[in-house]
């Protein structure tokens, strides 16, 4: 086949998937608003009696998709923890986007990139961009070179129906130093807004494909710094829950009216489950539930 025949082919491929918010509210609606996070430590691939090597990192990946991929309305591999393991741990990871897409279960990549527009556009291509081996559904991006450097993510993410999450309020204690600075006009508060307006592009939508970052632990500083997560009428990944100390509950009480839009995430307390299925499932099974009665 011909490069320009290639390249129709794959913006036909685009243009016929759904947006990625689209997609990710009929998985939520179907299977709950769980996240699993895939972040295959050295620790837990020594638990599991894997060595920690590309081989173990894959058994170890494969088994988690295998195990959990219909119960999660989607997974998250952590990218940190493939690179650790250079170019062959990116060729797991590769794998793991595949196996994923394949299990039917949606991909977030957890790779926070954030740069000045023109390496940006390099980002864009290799986690949303048509074709890219990296490419996944959705990938995590650092706002702090300012919302609007994220821009070539924001339009390949709509060109080929994928999504994004930009990082606003983090888990950790350290992100309040730059995040809630600005008291009532907060940093967090301006990303919110931004993110609120980009979603007007996917207003036919329930569900915009610009999501933030609003970690599980944040207690009580959406309602402090006023942030109006529902407006932002994109999906909010929460990461927090299990090993970072974050429940259901806890969540409930920090996203108020916004909840039905949390995607809450937990990678090593499901992840501890393992080696086996079962543990696997059993850990994911309580987390989800843990989420749903919190609702
Ligand atoms: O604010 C953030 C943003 C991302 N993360 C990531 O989520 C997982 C959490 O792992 P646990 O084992 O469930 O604590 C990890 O990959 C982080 O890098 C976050 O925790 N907080």
């Given at each position: 086949m ?11 491929h685009a243009?016929?998937r759904?947006?990625f918010?689209a997609r990710l ?6 299977r ?6 895939i972040?295959p430590?050295p ?10 090597d ?5 058994r170890?990946?494969?088994?988690v ?6 119960l999660?309305?989607a997974?998250?591999p952590q990218v940190a923890?493939y690179e ?5 741990g ?7 986007l595949a196996?994923?897409?394949?299990a039917g ?11 000045i527009?023109?390496t940006?556009a ?7 961009g048509?074709?890219s081996?990296?490419?996944a ?5 650092s706002p ?7 821009r070539?993510?924001l339009?390949t993410a709509?060109a080929t ?5 930009v990082?606003?309020?983090t888990s950790n204690?350290?992100g309040?130093?730059?995040?809630h600075v600005?008291?009532a006009?907060?940093?967090a ?6 993110a609120?307006e980009e979603n007007?592009r996917y ?6 494909s610009?999501?933030l ?5 944040v ?5 402090r ?6 407006a932002v009428?994109?999906?909010l ?5 299990g090993a970072q ?11 108020g009216d916004?909840y039905?839009?949390v995607?809450?995430t937990s990678s090593?307390?499901i992840?501890a489950?393992?080696?086996?299925r079962?543990?696997?499932r ?9 989420l749903v009665?919190?609702?």
């Amino acid at each position: 086949m011909s490069d320009a025949a290639a390249g129709v082919e794959q913006l036909d491929h685009a243009s016929r998937r759904a947006p990625f918010g689209a997609r990710l509210g009929a998985a939520m609606r179907e299977r709950g608003p769980l996240c699993v996070g895939i972040d295959p430590h050295p620790s837990l691939l020594a638990a599991w009696g894997l060595a920690d090597d590309a081989d173990g990192l894959r058994r170890f990946s494969l088994a988690v998709v295998a195990a959990v991929a219909d119960l999660a309305a989607a997974l998250k591999p952590q990218v940190a923890l493939y690179e650790r393991h250079g170019s062959a741990g990116l060729a797991v990871l590769e794998e793991v986007l595949a196996a994923s897409a394949e299990a039917g279960v949606l991909s977030i990549a957890d790779a926070k990139r954030g740069d000045i527009g023109s390496t940006m556009a390099a980002y864009a291509d290799a986690w949303l961009g048509e074709g890219s081996p990296l490419a996944a559904d959705a990938v995590t991006l650092s706002p702090y070179l300012g919302f609007e450097s994220l821009r070539p993510a924001l339009e390949t993410a709509a060109a080929t129906g994928r999504g994004v999450f930009v990082l606003a309020l983090t888990s950790n204690p350290e992100g309040a130093s730059v995040q809630h600075v600005g008291g009532a006009q907060s940093v967090a508060k301006a990303i919110c807004e931004a993110a609120a307006e980009e979603n007007g592009r996917y207003a036919g939508e329930p569900l915009g494909s610009v999501g933030l970052v609003v970690g599980a632990t944040v207690g009580d500083a959406v309602e402090r710094l006023g942030l109006d997560l529902a407006a932002v009428r994109g999906p909010l990944l929460a990461p927090g829950l299990g090993a970072q100390g974050a429940t259901g509950s806890a969540l409930r009480a920090a996203f108020g009216d916004a909840y039905p839009q949390v995607l809450g995430t937990s990678s090593r307390d499901i992840l501890a489950g393992g080696p086996h299925r079962a543990g696997l499932r059993e850990r994911a099974e309580r987390t989800l539930a843990d989420l749903v009665d919190a609702g």
